[in-house]
């Protein structure tokens, strides 16, 4: 079976503990965080475990990347401390169950696109970006076979991506890929990140879609028109397993003549959209979410943002209206880019 | 040239009427399970007048009439057994007064629910009306007709209870009014005169509707819905009960179904909540998912799954994507909210039996005080063998209502004789006498509610 490769000795040299007094929804102190990371390294209780919103920001916060985040969601479903009630782990695992037939099998030979499980967002990968770009995971009926599984993290269920994992990964390669650019920042930070972590063999090289994108503008330099844009970026949690791609959100808005917005949660502060603290099991979550979401909103509002970039769609389900009742568009990255090589966005509004 | 179709044409002009076997192919068949019957004639009249001088002929001629608004109850109410005259309302489709500060409107029989919709989004933002889950294309008169319920049941009850008067032509072809409107004051009430309430529930056999006027209700600018799940269907009626007791939701909705495989063997709840303002949907939120559902969160037993601002409307069935060939029929009943887990476990073993992939769904109605349960069973129109499971599935299902002390709603013709076999003798005679009465010749929708 697959193991996480955690090294408690790195927890026990490390002098900065970051991983947890860094958290943005704990107050944890240096010693504290020593201590609570070691007890629960030795599969103890600890506060940790229950307090935790699974926002991944750990992993991006530990300096010798030793997967403090991947640790903490294993000992929750090993300490049956499920972040989560019941009824929604069951319903979560159930979701990504297939149920309608197997997938048809294209062999590509070559880069293509994975929807992963975002089939019903096509309309997202339109016009001169994307083209002559294959495209797998093209059917909502089939998207669960090409379901990264990585959301049972937030589920405390690693036990579910181990078993069903490999077969996703599996589906993919029959494709015959070499390069697969992740439409989601989750299923590059499954094969980049947690695959490697817990030993997983991926097939293929992920790209990550930001990258792809930023690389297509530049190729389509010529084309672009500034879109003169204030734009604050929402965060996803996954895209913390992918620090080191974080800069093209940066290159990509140079790129467009896009103001990024200067804002307290930005970046390695940035706030998680709040869709999953919400049905959390302690108590006050649905208010703990909505507080994280009034400050993240006003934040953009006070930076004087004029349109919230998403790359997460369960992000922009969560926050999308949110924002839009507060005066700021939202939109998916490649929208934007499209909106800066003079095509109309499908998701503009 | 047949006298009856020529009488016909004269009453309504030929464009309006038709003999022709294509187009009367199409009001032979329900869209469950029932057997088709073609009618003799399809005739869409535009005026009370009209529809008299059809029901006189008929009487005349001994010719059965079927009057039918949007044909989509399922149960085969409108399929004209005994062939006659399809009667379809859809032309008298106006929306004749909304009073905004009593708040309601008055409409012809053939009004849609969409159409109603759409014209209050239109007109009356603040007003709104209980819209069934049926495809927009139903109608008001049709809806009540048959006591249908829509997405402010929780509040406010039965659509049929929401009646505040009504136009009927009898069988024997006289007009009658019904409520305030009877004696000249206006549409608003359906009380306190002497009741004669003989038309609802009774599938046209003793009347047709043409006029019918309807409560509308405060809508709120904010609309919303939100989703709450549990595993363990012991809980649903006591959440039910807890819900209502806010009485801070709109529509209150439990179902578990097979597919997709996310909402298996849980028991989700769908609950709308209104709001003029965030202030009063912050305090509603507070109410409802903390106050009252808190302690289901905490002790893992139920999970908070979102709310989001809009509706859906109508929240139409999806369950003919279950099987290929796009069919399905379901059994509706009003039950007491406490057999919902004895609903789900039955409903299951015989979905599971009959190779069906099963869904459920109990929709409160008024403050718990009962609930709509509905078994749904899928099958492929082009295969007789998956409409014969489920016809079996759906006649197991009538016994089962009955068995679990509930109520068949709108039920076919199976249905009608399990009630009827079971019904206060005393009140089968009177059924009999009053159809007798108001319909000497049995002309109207013949085989529904036959007392023998």
Redesign the interface.
């Known amino acids: 079976m697959y193991e996480l490769k955690f090294n408690e000795d790195e927890c026990l040299s490390c002098t900065t503990q970051d991983c947890l007094t860094r958290c943005q929804y704990m107050d944890i102190d240096r010693d504290t965080a020593k201590a609570e990371i070691l007890k629960i390294a030795h599969g103890e209780d600890s506060f940790v475990l229950h307090d935790c919103v699974t926002c991944y920001a750990c992993e991006e916060y530990c300096p010798v990347n030793n997967h403090p985040f991947y640790l903490i969601v294993e000992k929750q479903e090993e300490l049956d401390v499920?972040p989560?009630?019941?009824?929604?782990i069951?319903?979560?695992i159930?979701?990504g169950?297939p149920?309608r037939g197997e997938p048809d099998i294209e062999e590509i030979n070559g880069q293509a696109l994975d929807m992963g499980v975002f089939s019903d967002l096509m309309y997202l990968i339109q016009g001169r970006l994307f083209e002559g770009l294959p495209v797998i995971s093209q059917d909502p009926r089939k998207m669960f076979h090409y379901f990264c599984q990585l959301m049972y993290l937030h589920y405390g269920r690693t036990s579910v991506i181990k078993e069903r994992l490999p077969g996703i990964i599996q589906t993919i390669a029959k494709h015959n890929v070499t390069e697969v650019i992740c439409f989601h920042d989750e299923c590059y930070g499954t094969y980049t990140s947690y695959c490697p972590a817990v030993g997983i063999d991926v097939p293929f090289k992920a790209v990550h879609l930001f990258e792809f994108l930023y690389n297509r503008l530049n190729e389509l330099k010529d084309d672009i028109n500034p879109i003169n844009l204030k734009v604050a970026y929402q965060r996803p949690c996954s895209s913390r397993l992918s620090s080191d791609k974080h800069h093209f959100v940066r290159g990509i808005f140079e790129l467009i003549g896009a103001e990024n917005v200067e804002r307290e949660y930005v970046d390695e502060n940035a706030l998680c959209c709040g869709?999953t603290i919400?049905?959390q099991?302690r108590?006050?979550?649905?208010?703990r979410a909505?507080d994280v979401q009034k400050r993240n909103i006003e934040d953009m509002k006070n930076a004087g943002a004029e349109v919230c970039v998403f790359n997460c769609p369960a992000c922009y389900t969560?926050l999308g209206?949110m924002v839009a009742k507060n005066g700021i568009r939202p939109v998916f990255m490649s929208d934007l880019c499209r909106l800066a090589i003079g095509e109309k966005p499908a998701g503009w509004r | 040239m047949d006298s009856v179709y020529q009488a016909l044409v004269d009453i309504v002009g030929q464009e309006h009427v038709s003999n022709r076997q294509e187009e009367l192919f199409i009001y032979s068949y329900d869209l469950g399970t029932t057997e088709p019957h073609r009618p003799d004639y399809a005739v869409i009249p535009r005026t009370t007048e009209e529809i008299q001088e059809i029901v006189k002929l008929a009487n005349k001629e001994k010719v059965p009439v079927v009057p039918l608004g949007g044909g989509l109850s399922l149960a085969g109410l409108a399929v004209p057994f005994r062939g006659g005259i399809a009667l379809d309302l859809k032309r008298m489709d106006s929306i004749l007064e909304v009073n905004e500060k009593a708040r309601y409107a008055v409409v012809e029989c053939g009004v849609s629910q969409g159409q109603l919709t759409s014209y209050l989004e239109r007109n009356f933002p603040h007003l709104t009306h209980s819209e069934p889950g049926a495809p927009p294309t139903a109608t008001i008169a049709g809806n009540v007709a048959i006591h249908g319920q829509g997405d402010l049941a929780q509040p406010y009850g039965f659509n049929s209870d929401m009646v505040n008067g009504l136009e009927i032509v009898l069988p024997t072809g006289e007009v009658c009014k019904f409520g305030s409107c009877s004696i000249g004051s206006g549409w608003y009430t359906q009380h306190p005169l002497p009741d004669v309430g003989l038309f609802l529930g009774w599938s046209g056999t003793t009347g047709i509707i043409t006029k019918v006027s309807i409560r509308l209700f405060p809508s709120k600018k904010i609309r919303g819905v939100g989703q709450f799940?549990?595993?363990d269907e012991e809980l649903v009626p006591e959440i039910m009960y807890k819900l209502t007791h806010t009485q801070m939701t709109e529509d209150v909705i439990a179902f578990s179904q097979a597919?997709?495989?996310?909402?298996?063997?849980?028991q989700h709840f769908t609950i709308n909540i209104v709001a003029d303002s965030e202030k009063e949907l912050?305090f509603k939120?507070e109410i409802v998912?903390?106050d009252t559902l808190?302690e289901?969160?905490?002790s893992?037993?139920?999970?908070?799954?979102?709310f989001?601002?809009?509706l859906q409307r109508p929240q139409v069935s999806k369950t003919s994507d279950w099987r290929k060939g796009g069919g399905f029929e379901y059994v509706g009943a009003i039950m007491p909210v406490e057999t919902y887990p004895e609903c789900y476990r039955r409903g299951r073993d015989i979905s599971e039996r009959h190779d069906i992939p099963y869904t459920v769904l109990g929709r409160c109605i008024g403050a718990a005080h009962a609930m709509m349960f509905s078994w749904t069973y899928a099958f492929n129109r082009a295969d007789p063998e998956t409409i014969r499971q489920a016809r079996e599935a759906l006649h197991e299902t009538d016994d089962l209502a009955l068995e679990l002390h509930g109520t068949i709603w709108k039920p076919g013709l199976y249905g009608q004789k399990l009630v009827m076999e079971r019904l206060d003798p005393n009140t089968l005679n009177l059924m009999k006498k009053i159809k007798q009465m108001l319909d000497p010749n049995g002309i109207m929708n013949p085989g529904n509610w036959e007392v023998s």
Do not use: C, M, N
């Not at chain 1, 989560?84 to 929604?88: A, E, I």
């Not at chain 2, 893992?300 to 979102?306: D, P, Q, R, S, W």
């Open positions: 499920p989560l009630p019941r009824p929604l069951r319903r979560g159930q979701t169950i149920f869709g919400q049905g099991r108590e006050g979550s649905r208010k909505a969560t209206s | 799940v549990v595993e597919i997709p495989p996310f909402a298996s063997g849980l912050e939120h998912w903390d808190g289901y969160i905490r893992g037993a139920g999970g908070f799954l979102g989001r601002s809009g």
